[in-house]
């Protein structure tokens, strides 16, 4: 995203601001057919309760084709209306009123209205259901139905960001009154209605008629999404003519896909990283000499070149990337193992022997990067046991469970989403227990940066945060990963792709076409 478009986003908080549904893609030369699609990310566990979606599977499927939500980051990185139309903010970014489209119907023929936004978010409040999103929901203090299609939301604090928080995939729209209904039959308002659905297996969904994204987005008549979770097996199916689409492609099958003359390679630079969550709570990573042993015994150099094979760019433990609009581009902390141990030393500690948890559901090549991540330890005096995870299961069971394992995000576009989202103190989705015990300091700043509305006074704040996560943090960034995607010749793709989540911010069903 660029700096202009931040800027334009958080003058809104200043004066009205209405964003339509504008930029879509034009109408293409063809339309209809169907999108087959091979995509990794899918478990038996899969549903269509937002709440628990947290892989690529169910966001495509969800957030990309049956739901919608209220905002929609746009491949550039800039916002446009969703169900919502335009938002006004108070002068100080704490009360937002929000305008919704009219018109609109769910799949069973309800009428879409201001109840039924209410309802969806206050899903994310159940503190049994762990939503990832449940931190940009606490935020909001009040929500107030002005009439069926105008809400205010007043927030505990002021947030220039707060329309891009509405864009977050776990916050799907759903009938008020019919949430069981829905989250068990997929009924949503987006493009494609729910024809077949086995979880983990396959999705398949048909285009509705007469959407309120007609000749602006959908340009396919069918949608047959199946679940391949290896990586060799999505590369095949797409060299064999059985898929058009695939996401994740492993660094190491590039040279393959690119070799194919019916075939194109997308390679796409975002926020997406690959990397270790250290629980900050939990002995012996409670001590901040331990963690910043950890951080010198990582070779990031070794895992660019021989995981990534280049394709990406290091990491300075921080989850705030080159895509976001304050980027502090901190030096990475140097591989050092005399240091490592120095730090050891401090922490009372000759050696150190710690269990590593790994499956190549992390991300591509986690296995290879947790055994890279060994050997360069292992001159430190840090013995890493490797524990080789079964897939299934691993984000639900494994990640957020054990003290050391593999992880990946793919960032957000605002500072404050990504770091409410993965940092704030009691957050869900915090995989490294990063709180007020670890940085009172941080949370603090995590506050006042988000109602900041001076642009200078802002990236200081956020500069700082990030340098605490460097040299403190229980989050270990050593790379940076580019979006690695193929499609068939058979597929037509605007000239600009989303970077946000892979494949076009997962939205490729509706933004994409036949050639």
């Avoid at 063809?30 to 709440?51: E, K, M, N, Q, Y």
């Avoid at 593999?406 to 576009?413: D, E, I, K, L, T």
Wanted: with cysteine.
């Amino acid at each position: 995203m660029s700096g202009f478009k931040r800027r334009r986003l958080i003058q809104s908080a200043l004066a009205a601001a209405v964003l339509g549904a504008s930029g879509l893609s034009a109408a293409p030369a063809r339309s209809g057919g169907t999108l087959r699609a091979g995509l990794g990310g899918a478990h038996r566990s899969d549903s269509w309760d937002s709440r628990t979606h947290s892989d690529f599977f169910m966001v495509a499927a969800a957030q990309g084709a049956v739901f919608d939500t209220l905002t929609e980051v746009a491949a550039d990185g800039s916002l446009r209306g969703e169900l919502a139309t335009g938002w006004d903010a108070s002068p100080d970014a704490r009360v937002w009123t929000v305008t919704l489209r009219e018109g609109v119907r769910f799949h069973n023929g309800k009428p879409f209205t201001a109840e039924d936004v209410i309802a969806s978010l206050r899903l994310h409040l159940d503190p049994n259901a762990a939503s990832g999103a449940r931190p940009l929901v606490a935020s909001i203090a009040a929500m107030d139905r002005l009439s069926d299609h105008r809400i205010r939301f007043t927030l505990a604090e002021g947030n220039a960001d707060f329309p891009y928080l509405l864009a977050d995939y776990h916050l799907l729209i759903y009938p008020a009154g019919q949430i069981a209904e829905a989250m068990a039959r997929g009924i949503g308002t987006g493009l494609y209605r729910v024809e077949h659905f086995e979880p983990g297996v396959r999705f398949l969904g048909r285009r509705v008629a007469g959407h309120y994204k007609d000749g602006q987005a959908g340009w396919f008549d069918e949608l047959h999404f199946t679940a391949m979770n290896d990586g060799a097996a999505r590369v095949a199916a797409l060299r064999g003519g059985q898929v058009d689409a695939i996401n994740s492609v492993a660094p190491q099958r590039v040279a393959r896909l690119r070799a194919e003359p019916s075939l194109r390679l997308q390679e796409i630079a975002g926020n997406r990283y690959y990397g270790f969550a250290m629980q900050t709570g939990v002995s012996p990573y409670d001590a901040l000499h331990v963690r910043k042993a950890m951080k010198h015994a990582i070779d990031r150099q070794a895992l660019l070149d021989e995981v990534l094979l280049g394709h990406g760019r290091l990491g300075a433990d921080s989850p705030i990337g080159p895509a976001n609009q304050y980027d502090a581009a901190l030096a990475p902390v140097p591989y050092d193992p005399d240091r490592a141990r120095y730090h050891l030393r401090q922490a009372g500690l000759t050696q150190l022997t710690l269990p590593l948890s790994v499956s190549e559901a992390a991300f591509d090549g986690a296995p290879a990067a947790a055994e890279r991540f060994r050997s360069s330890a292992a001159a430190a005096g840090i013995t890493l046991d490797v524990i080789h995870e079964r897939p299934e299961g691993y984000w639900s069971e494994v990640w957020r469970n054990r003290p050391l394992c593999a992880c990946a995000w793919s960032g957000r576009v605002t500072e404050d989403w990504m770091f409410s989202t993965a940092m704030q103190h009691g957050a869900p989705w915090n995989d490294t227990q990063w709180g007020m015990a670890q940085s009172p300091r941080f949370q603090t700043l995590l506050t006042e940066a988000r109602s900041e509305l001076d642009s200078a006074r802002r990236r200081a704040l956020y500069g700082e945060m990030q340098q605490i996560l460097r040299d403190e943090g229980g989050l270990l960034v050593p790379v940076f990963a580019n979006h690695l995607q193929a499609v068939s010749d058979r597929i037509a793709t605007p000239a600009t792709i989303g970077n946000l989540w892979s494949m076009d911010n997962a939205r490729f069903a509706e933004r994409w076409w036949r050639a």
